[in-house]
């Protein structure tokens, strides 16, 4: 008589397969939205920066950066 051999299925494995597969998914959607957070927070600290520089240069120059007032000046040399 024949004995059975213990072990696993090949639907048992393509089961375990299917939800490492769906994990791996999770996690890939997860770290794609969390660089784009990541991302979006730079920006904000850069576009602060910029703001932060132009303050600046009005404040020592009396006129904005890239003013119509700064562009006549160097226009009419």
């Given at each position: 008589?024949?004995?059975?051999?213990?072990?696993?299925?090949?639907?048992e494995l393509?089961?375990?397969?299917?939800?490492?597969?769906?994990?791996?998914?999770?996690?890939?959607?997860?770290?794609?939205?969390?660089?784009?957070?990541?991302?979006?927070?730079?920006?904000?600290?850069?576009?602060?920066?910029?703001?932060?520089?132009?303050?600046?240069?009005?404040?020592?120059?009396?006129?904005?950066?890239?003013s119509a007032?700064?562009?006549?000046?160097?226009?009419?040399?």
């Amino acid at each position: 008589m024949r004995t059975r051999q213990r072990g696993t299925t090949l639907i048992e494995l393509s089961v375990v397969i299917a939800v490492i597969l769906l994990l791996v998914g999770v996690l890939f959607i997860g770290i794609t939205a969390w660089k784009n957070g990541a991302n979006q927070a730079a920006c904000i600290v850069n576009l602060a920066s910029i703001q932060k520089a132009a303050r600046g240069y009005q404040n020592m120059n009396g006129l904005l950066v890239g003013s119509a007032e700064t562009l006549a000046s160097l226009t009419s040399a």
